[in-house]
C-alpha cells in the first residue's frame, strides 16, 4: 500500500457537473490525494482539473461500483465522495447499496451530498 491517501469519487448522471465542480474547487486538496473514479465521473474530473491524480475504472452500471468497493475492502480507500441523484432511478441500485454498506462497514469516511463532501473536505490538511 502507498502512503498516499486515497479517495473514491463517484457521481450519478445529474450529479457529475457538480463533481466537476467539487473536484475544481477542492483541486490544492486533492492534489495530495490518489483519486479512484468511475469511468465517466473520472473523465469529467480529469476535464476539469487536468493535475489531479485520477485513475479511472469501469462505468459504475459495468462494474466501477464493485470495482472502488473492492478497493474499501482492501483497505485501500480512505474516503468516499459519491454523489447520489435521489430523484433518478438507479438501475444498479443494489451495487449503490452494496458500496455504501462496505464504506460503513470499514469505518471510511462518506459524503453523499456536496455539503458534507465540503465538511470533509475542510478537515483536511493542505
Known amino acids: 500500500m502507498t502512503s498516499v491517501p486515497c479517495i473514491a469519487l463517484i457521481a450519478h448522471d445529474q450529479k457529475k457537473d457538480d463533481m466537476a465542480e467539487f473536484a475544481r474547487r477542492h ?12 469511468g465517466t465521473t473520472g473523465g469529467r474530473i480529469q ?6 491524480n485520477v485513475t479511472r475504472l469501469k462505468s459504475g452500471p459495468l462494474g ?3 470495482q472502488i468497493g473492492a478497493l474499501i475492502a482492501t483497505g485501500e480507500v480512505d474516503m468516499l465522495v459519491f454523489l447520489v441523484d435521489p430523484l433518478t432511478p438507479m438501475p444498479h441500485d443494489v451495487d449503490v447499496k452494496a ?10 469516511p462518506m459524503a453523499l451530498n456536496l455539503a458534507t463532501a465540503d465538511i470533509l473536505m475542510q478537515t483536511l490538511t493542505a
Open 47 to 52: 476535464d476539469a482539473a487536468p493535475d489531479l
Open 27 to 38: 483541486r490544492s486538496k486533492l492534489l495530495h490525494w490518489r483519486i479512484v473514479a468511475t
Open 99 to 108: 458500496l455504501m454498506r462496505l464504506a460503513t462497514v470499514y469505518d471510511i
Open 64 to 66: 466501477g461500483d464493485q
